[in-house]
């Protein structure tokens, strides 16, 4: 675009000339600003010059070029400066008028330049959706090179309201500066009020009037004339300068204690409430801070273990009370550098706020071991809800949440699932001849047992009297008969101790398998239970399952 405009042909007009110094002027203006002294929104009003000057420049391009194409191709270019102007024109007044000295951080700078950037876009490719000039943009005349009268589409009041937003913020921050001064404070800030109106009065004068300057939106040179006003006032009036406040506004009028020391840590100034604090009326000028009565001593030893650290607050017990203390350097600048004057020390008893601290740390601290205690006996209330109290198994409350989830990994991770119903052989005829406190220790030895031989993902539960169930999930049919087989084996081998003797038991299983025999968890019961019956029915002490006859074991000898 920019070669078939060099093409089409530009001129050097009176207008694009003039247009060409000012942006000089503003690049001259920047970057004399640079290499004065500091005051506050410095980088945000040098980033200021840079938008205007990308407005400008813009502009004057706008007017070099002959063609109406080259003209709105211009015209879009500019939009970056357009809203950037006003963007850092909010901020550089926010941080003067408040005397924030702090550079902005990077991360603030691109958080501000995100809109500009993306209205630039939607102007830029305006020939695709003419959302930002409108098809009745055309030159004012049919003359060569004659000025574009733009149609102002949606997008275009959209910017202009964003902008405007930050034009009344401006005028807001300045006009709020203005009412809440006196005397001087408030003549300078009135005539801030009077700069800041200027590209106010200039762009609505375009956007609602159709003013125009050389043909062309008046905004930016408005800008720029206050560009040149405000370094004026800044830097070269020095028009806003800290001025000489009185002394009790920094003293006298505080209500916490406040020191200053010269390097040699004698005190040479004090207000009211340190001397009230300290007992002293007269005499007190240049006494070494560590003979300062009541919290001196202390104060002395904090500031020399704590030598340089003057940007957070520190904290000094003295006589059974907490102050938070402050240090502030008096430094002067020399052509050698800073000199150091002193410090001021600033200090506030915050007793209370400590006890209240302290107390609130306590109550903390015996809340969260109440909340542990709760959590405590609310997982032993879960595990003897969902516990067999006699085996310490699972019982059929945990069963559905167990199986769901391991069904759902199976599933996930496309592996096979066993389930094993379990019942001891004459358990009954047991109970009956031996009593019910052997059957208990039966059970137990038994649940034991079936613990003892599973994995870590398997589970195991108490599902009746002398019941149990038995999920495996990712054993295929051969390794689930076979770990079943094992166990039954190994209890028919063994002998178990009891309150009434050594006991012998045997148990009989029925196997099912997912998803072969059943997709839900009632469904593998059936079939495990169909097996169990066909176990019991072969003569007990053994291992069935109805899809393979070969699956029926033999009894353990």
């Known amino acids: ?201 200039a762009n609505v004068g375009y956007v609602g009037f159709g003013w125009t300057l050389f043909g062309f939106d008046p905004t930016p040179f408005s800008f720029a004339f206050t560009l040149v006003a405000f370094s004026w006032l800044i830097v070269g009036v020095r028009l806003f300068d800290l001025l000489p406040v009185a002394r009790h506004l920094l003293l006298e009028a505080l209500l916490d204690p406040v020191l200053v020391v010269d390097p040699s840590r004698r005190v040479i100034e004090a207000n009211p409430a340190a001397l009230k604090l300290a007992g002293l009326q007269q005499g007190w000028q240049g006494r070494e801070l560590k003979q300062w009565p009541v919290f001196g001593a202390d104060l002395q030893a904090l500031l020399l273990e704590h030598a340089g650290e003057h940007d957070r607050p520190l904290t000094l017990t003295s006589a059974a009370r907490y102050y938070e203390v402050r240090l502030r350097a008096i430094e002067r600048a020399t052509r050698h550098g800073p000199a150091l004057l002193g410090h001021m020390i600033y200090v506030r008893d915050v007793t209370q706020r400590h006890l209240s601290e302290l107390k609130l740390a306590e109550a903390l601290a015996l809340s969260e071991e109440r909340l542990r205690t709760i959590s405590s006996l609310h997982e032993q209330l879960r595990e003897q809800a969902l516990c ?120 009989s299983a029925g196997l099912a398998y997912w998803p072969q025999q059943g997709q839900a968890l009632d469904e593998l019961l059936h079939a495990a239970d169909a097996a169990l019956y066909q176990a019991k029915r072969t003569g007990r002490n053994r291992v069935c399952s109805l899809d393979e006859s070969a699956r029926v074991s033999h009894p353990s000898r």
């Open 1 to 201: 675009m920019i070669q078939a405009c060099v093409a089409s042909g530009w001129s050097l007009s009176s207008p694009v000339l003039l247009t060409l110094l000012v942006c000089f002027g503003v690049v001259m203006l920047a970057h004399w600003v640079t290499r004065q002294r500091d005051f506050p929104g410095r980088d945000s009003f040098i980033l200021l010059h840079l938008a205007s000057l990308w407005w400008m420049g813009a502009a004057a391009l706008e007017m070099s070029f002959l063609g109406a194409d080259c003209k709105m191709f211009w015209a879009s270019m500019a939009w970056p400066g357009i809203v950037a102007t006003p963007t850092f024109w909010a901020v550089f007044l926010w941080q003067y008028v408040n005397s924030m000295r702090e550079p902005l951080p990077r991360k603030g700078i691109l958080g501000l330049s995100v809109v500009p950037l993306l209205v630039w876009g939607l102007a830029l490719s305006n020939p695709w959706h003419g959302l930002f000039y409108g098809a009745g943009s055309a030159p004012i005349d049919d003359s060569l090179g004659a000025p574009v009268r733009y149609e102002h589409g949606p997008l275009f009041y959209a910017a202009a309201v964003y902008v405007y937003l930050f034009m009344a913020f401006c005028m807001g921050v300045v006009t709020r500066a203005a009412a809440l001064s006196q005397g001087l404070h408030r003549r300078h800030y009135l005539a801030f009020v009077l700069v800041t109106a200027v590209p106010w009065v």
């Open 388 to 507: 067999d109290p006699l085996t310490g198994l699972y019982n059929r409350r945990y069963l559905d949440e167990f199986f769901a989830r391991e069904l759902a990994r199976v599933q996930r991770e496309n592996l096979p699932l066993a389930v094993a119903l379990i019942d001891l052989d004459h358990f009954k005829r047991l109970n009956d001849e031996c009593g019910h406190l052997v059957g208990d220790d039966v059970l137990k030895a038994v649940a034991q047992h079936l613990l003892d031989n599973l994995r870590s993902t398997d589970a195991v539960f108490r599902i009746g009297g002398e019941e149990f169930l038995l999920i495996l999930p990712g054993a295929d049919p051969d390794e689930a008969s076979a770990r079943l087989q094992s166990i039954c084996s190994q209890l028919a081998a063994r002998e178990i101790a009891t309150r009434g003797g050594d006991q012998r038991v045997t148990l």
